[in-house]
């Protein structure tokens, strides 16, 4: 029973110093926007000389969707004859391939590759359209994604830069007066974009290309080998496989485009424990290799675990909390008598606890937004939400790599009414 | 009933850290999505052609023989129409002019309003303008304040001294007077005025680098190319990149430090520093110029070529010598300035 309880302390221990840990990286990223420099995309630069893009908008039953997207996509201000549009109907059983053969009867850069044969998901679809693509610049939008007129340019600039190898815009969500749930992703996406991905951008770190309104060099693409389809996350595959071999992933936050964001709770937890899932598979893929990369700097590379380690931090807690419970009822919780830990505990009690909050309440102030801030205190029960279902994600993540399971992709749900089509 | 207060108490202290997003929630007053401009399409001569395109709209009903019309444009404003229109000096003008000619100001005077004019505009030292914008050529005099922008379908030319506001653009060639200060400049291409300028001389250095390789990765201070070097490739310097005179270069580069690049140096790709960016006398870059710092460009040089728009965009200033010709957009995050 003594070791039981050693090794319940040392785990608690080490939880609480886990926890520290991320503390410190939320507190840096919000300072670092709130009084540190400020590096500025490259929306800025005009060239005339602009390279050819094919666009993919991967689509499994869309047809609520798959209309709005399209109309966007041709009114974009991108030369015409410099852009393909290529819907990719993966497996629909809905009205998505009439809507899509509409469109490219009408519009013949508008591509579509109908999928029925293979294995279905995301990055299935995109590899095999890729491959058959012609565009140098690979851009990606969700079906749910409504891309403004001037963002293809604004995507592409990114390449003038010779080691960018992908970028990353901001997703905005459209539905957010919609419900509790989706007014509080809207605070999360702020948090997540506004602080996290903009940090990194500012301080030269990880910032992630997070599969959609994001765009990648499609011969390099082609070079990596493409998505590995047994990974749900692709876009987080994708963002270690390019640092690990040299290139850089850059975040625009002035490339913005609305989402729809999930407005049901099952919903919502089907989407996380998917990305826990795809997220914890790069962990156990990408770890290793990132340590190793000789490309990456100390400074990316302590980033990068820490990125890559986040979904298994719900896991880490979830467990922690079970241990002190156990220590509790054995009458062992004297472990703060150990005055580091009593520090970490303090420490994380007096400013870990504060830190999502702080750094969601600084990303609403710079986006301008006032009374929503009132919302946050709210975050509370998402945080309960989040890490139950992320913990699910990880435990999956964690058996498939045990039993080299099938993945499953799932898509998200939409929530928007059918809309129209060319007339 | 101490238990029930209790667990009122609990409660209450509970819910209290809630209850402002309660209300938020059953009174929204701040849940719309934020702001996308769906319709944004980058244009640097933005300015002008949205006030010509309010012109067009708000003026078709207009009886433009008439002298003084209160119109509404983006507001109510009183409008002077004029065919042809001289502007005596000193003079303070509060209201729009809509000149379908050519339009003249004498020294000294104040626009307070916008200015519109379908011939020339011709602009007399020491004045302040609001905004103008013109169909055909336009020259300002030394020392005139924009305050916002200035757009012509021709030619612009400033005098010097000038401080040029938020935007100064032109469809064909943009000539800036020295001393002035400006954010952004558009034209076809930027010229600042032809006088010869002293090169540029870079510091001290102490390491050169063989060049062999795609990406050069360097923990040295300087990652220095050789002078007269002829290069095939993209250069990637992690810290600083000093390029020696005469070298052409035929690919990107990119410094996460300091660029310095002495005379005569030809770069066909574009130009990435993380840094300063030092620019000698007589370089040819074909490419676009970024610096998350100041850029400086000294005399002589030549920046992007005939028929294309290459861009100079410095997160901080820029600093242009004389006779350098930009084809394209400037812009400083900070400020700009023509020596």
């Given at each position: 029973?003594?070791?039981?309880?050693?090794?319940?302390?040392i785990?608690?221990?080490?939880?609480?110093?886990?926890?520290?840990?991320?503390?410190?990286?939320?507190?840096?990223?919000?300072?670092?926007?709130?009084?540190?420099?400020?590096?500025?995309?490259?929306?800025?630069?005009?060239?005339?000389?602009?390279?050819?893009?094919?666009?993919?908008?991967?689509?499994?039953?869309?047809?609520?969707?798959?209309?709005?997207?399209?109309?966007?996509?041709?009114?974009?201000?991108?030369?015409?004859?410099?852009?393909?549009?290529?819907?990719?109907?993966?497996h629909?059983s809905?009205?998505?391939?009439?809507?899509?053969?509409?469109?490219?009867?009408?519009?013949?850069?508008?591509?579509?590759?109908?999928?029925?044969?293979?294995?279905?998901?995301?990055?299935?679809?995109?590899?095999?359209?890729?491959?058959?693509a012609?565009?140098?610049?690979?851009?990606?939008?969700?079906?749910?994604?409504?891309?403004?007129?001037?963002?293809?340019?604004?995507?592409?600039?990114?390449?003038?830069?010779?080691?960018?190898?992908?970028?990353?815009?901001?997703?905005?969500?459209?539905?957010?007066?919609?419900?509790?749930?989706?007014?509080?992703?809207?605070?999360?996406?702020?948090?997540?974009?506004?602080?996290?991905?903009?940090?990194?951008?500012?301080?030269?770190?990880?910032?992630?290309?997070?599969?959609?309104?994001?765009?990648?060099?499609?011969?390099?693409?082609?070079?990596?080998?493409?998505?590995?389809?047994?990974?749900?996350?692709?876009?987080?595959?994708?963002?270690?496989?390019?640092?690990?071999?040299?290139?850089?992933?850059?975040?625009?936050?002035?490339?913005?485009?609305?989402?729809?964001?999930?407005?049901?709770?099952?919903?919502?937890?089907?989407?996380?424990?998917?990305?826990?899932?795809?997220?914890?598979?790069?962990?156990?893929?990408?770890?290793?290799?990132?340590?190793?990369?000789?490309?990456?700097?100390?400074?990316?590379?302590?980033?990068?675990?820490?990125?890559?380690?986040?979904?298994?931090?719900?896991?880490?807690?979830?467990?922690?909390?079970?241990?002190?419970?156990?220590?509790?009822?054995?009458?062992?919780?004297?472990?703060?008598?150990?005055?580091?830990?009593?520090?970490?505990?303090?420490?994380?009690n007096?400013?870990g606890?504060?830190?999502?909050?702080?750094?969601?309440?600084?990303?609403?102030?710079?986006?301008?937004?006032?009374?929503?801030?009132?919302?946050?205190?709210?975050?509370?029960?998402?945080?309960?939400?989040?890490?139950?279902?992320?913990?699910?994600?990880?435990?999956?993540?964690?058996?498939?790599?045990?039993?080299k399971?099938?993945?499953?992709?799932?898509?998200?749900?939409?929530?928007?009414?059918?809309?129209?089509?060319?007339? | 009933?101490?238990?029930?207060?209790?667990?009122?108490?609990?409660?209450l202290?509970?819910?209290?850290?809630?209850?402002?997003?309660?209300?938020?929630?059953?009174?929204?007053?701040?849940?719309?999505?934020?702001?996308?401009?769906?319709?944004?399409?980058?244009?640097?001569?933005?300015?002008?052609?949205?006030?010509?395109?309010?012109?067009?709209?708000?003026?078709?009903?207009?009886?433009?023989?008439?002298?003084?019309?209160?119109?509404?444009?983006?507001?109510?404003?009183?409008?002077?129409?004029?065919?042809n229109?001289?502007?005596?000096?000193?003079?303070?003008?509060?209201?729009?002019?809509?000149v379908?000619?050519?339009f003249?100001?004498?020294?000294?005077?104040?626009?307070?309003?916008?200015?519109y004019?379908?011939?020339?505009?011709?602009?007399?030292?020491?004045?302040?303008?609001?905004?103008?914008a013109?169909?055909?050529?336009?020259?300002l005099?030394?020392?005139?304040?924009?305050?916002?922008?200035?757009?012509s379908?021709?030619?612009?030319?400033?005098?010097?001294?000038?401080?040029?506001?938020?935007?100064?653009?032109?469809q064909?060639?943009l000539?800036?007077?020295?001393?002035?200060?400006?954010?952004?400049?558009?034209?076809?291409?930027v010229?600042?005025?032809?006088?010869?300028?002293?090169?540029?001389?870079?510091?001290?250095?102490?390491?050169?680098?063989?060049?062999?390789?795609?990406?050069?990765?360097?923990?040295?201070?300087?990652?220095?190319?050789?002078?007269?070097?002829?290069?095939?490739?993209?250069i990637?310097?992690t810290?600083?990149?000093?390029?020696?005179?005469?070298?052409?270069?035929?690919?990107?580069?990119?410094?996460?430090?300091?660029?310095?690049?002495?005379?005569?140096?030809?770069?066909?790709?574009?130009?990435?520093?993380?840094?300063?960016?030092?620019?000698?006398?007589?370089?040819?870059?074909?490419?676009?110029?970024?610096?998350?710092?100041?850029?400086?460009?000294?005399?002589?040089?030549?920046?992007?070529?005939?028929?294309?728009?290459?861009?100079?965009?410095?997160?901080?200033?820029?600093?242009?010598?004389?006779?350098?010709?930009?084809?394209?957009?400037?812009?400083?995050?900070?400020?700009?300035?023509?020596?």
């Amino acid at each position: 029973m003594e070791l039981v309880v050693l090794i319940l302390k040392i785990y608690l221990s080490l939880t609480a110093l886990v926890m520290v840990v991320y503390f410190i990286r939320h507190f840096t990223f919000t300072l670092n926007r709130l009084v540190g420099r400020q590096r500025i995309y490259y929306q800025d630069i005009l060239d005339s000389e602009l390279p050819s893009v094919s666009v993919f908008i991967p689509m499994h039953n869309e047809e609520k969707v798959a209309a709005d997207i399209l109309d966007l996509l041709i009114s974009s201000d991108y030369p015409q004859d410099k852009l393909e549009i290529i819907p990719i109907n993966d497996h629909s059983s809905d009205k998505t391939k009439t809507i899509l053969n509409r469109y490219s009867r009408k519009f013949p850069l508008i591509k579509p590759l109908h999928r029925s044969k293979g294995s279905r998901g995301k990055p299935a679809g995109l590899n095999e359209a890729i491959q058959n693509a012609v565009g140098e610049i690979a851009i990606v939008f969700d079906a749910d994604y409504l891309p403004p007129k001037g963002i293809l340019r604004d995507m592409v600039v990114a390449f003038k830069d010779p080691e960018v190898g992908a970028m990353m815009g901001r997703v905005i969500p459209k539905n957010t007066p919609k419900n509790l749930l989706t007014r509080l992703l809207d605070l999360e996406r702020s948090s997540g974009y506004q602080i996290d991905q903009q940090a990194r951008y500012n301080l030269r770190l990880i910032p992630q290309y997070g599969g959609t309104v994001g765009a990648f060099r499609r011969e390099l693409f082609l070079t990596l080998g493409g998505f590995d389809e047994d990974i749900l996350a692709e876009d987080t595959e994708l963002t270690y496989k390019l640092f690990v071999k040299g290139w850089k992933v850059i975040y625009a936050s002035r490339v913005e485009c609305y989402e729809e964001a999930p407005e049901e709770w099952p919903v919502r937890a089907r989407q996380i424990k998917r990305w826990s899932r795809g997220h914890s598979q790069v962990m156990f893929k990408y770890f290793w290799p990132l340590l190793t990369s000789s490309h990456i700097s100390a400074l990316e590379k302590i980033d990068g675990a820490l990125l890559l380690f986040i979904y298994s931090v719900p896991f880490l807690i979830s467990l922690g909390i079970f241990a002190s419970l156990i220590l509790f009822f054995l009458g062992e919780m004297q472990l703060i008598e150990s005055l580091l830990l009593f520090l970490f505990v303090v420490a994380y009690n007096t400013f870990g606890n504060f830190a999502p909050f702080n750094q969601l309440g600084i990303a609403t102030l710079i986006d301008g937004s006032t009374h929503r801030i009132r919302l946050i205190p709210l975050i509370f029960f998402v945080f309960v939400f989040n890490l139950w279902y992320t913990t699910l994600g990880f435990i999956n993540a964690a058996l498939d790599v045990l039993f080299k399971r099938e993945i499953l992709w799932q898509k998200t749900d939409r929530f928007r009414a059918v809309s129209g089509g060319p007339g | 009933m101490i238990m029930l207060l209790f667990f009122s108490l609990f409660l209450l202290m509970f819910l209290l850290p809630f209850l402002p997003g309660i209300r938020e929630l059953v009174q929204p007053q701040d849940s719309s999505p934020l702001h996308i401009n769906m319709n944004y399409s980058k244009d640097p001569r933005y300015f002008g052609k949205s006030f010509r395109s309010i012109l067009d709209k708000r003026l078709a009903t207009v009886d433009l023989q008439s002298d003084m019309q209160t119109v509404k444009l983006s507001k109510k404003e009183a409008v002077l129409f004029s065919a042809n229109l001289t502007v005596p000096e000193d003079s303070r003008i509060n209201y729009v002019l809509y000149v379908t000619d050519n339009f003249v100001s004498r020294e000294r005077c104040i626009f307070e309003k916008e200015i519109y004019t379908g011939g020339k505009a011709t602009v007399g030292d020491e004045c302040e303008i609001r905004a103008l914008a013109a169909d055909a050529r336009v020259s300002l005099g030394n020392k005139t304040n924009v305050i916002r922008w200035v757009d012509s379908e021709e030619d612009i030319t400033t005098g010097d001294e000038c401080d040029l506001g938020w935007s100064i653009s032109c469809q064909k060639k943009l000539r800036i007077g020295s001393g002035s200060k400006f954010r952004r400049l558009f034209g076809m291409p930027v010229l600042t005025c032809k006088q010869d300028g002293d090169g540029y001389l870079p510091g001290h250095y102490t390491d050169i680098q063989d060049i062999g390789d795609t990406a050069f990765k360097t923990d040295s201070e300087w990652l220095i190319v050789p002078p007269s070097t002829k290069l095939n490739k993209v250069i990637i310097a992690t810290q600083n990149l000093l390029i020696k005179y005469g070298c052409i270069l035929k690919g990107d580069i990119k410094t996460y430090g300091n660029l310095i690049v002495e005379e005569g140096v030809r770069i066909t790709g574009n130009v990435f520093a993380e840094k300063d960016v030092a620019i000698a006398a007589g370089t040819r870059i074909l490419g676009n110029i970024f610096s998350q710092g100041t850029i400086t460009i000294a005399s002589q040089t030549k920046i992007g070529r005939s028929g294309m728009i290459k861009s100079a965009v410095s997160r901080k200033e820029i600093v242009l010598g004389r006779g350098v010709s930009i084809f394209g957009y400037v812009l400083a995050g900070k400020k700009g300035r023509a020596s």
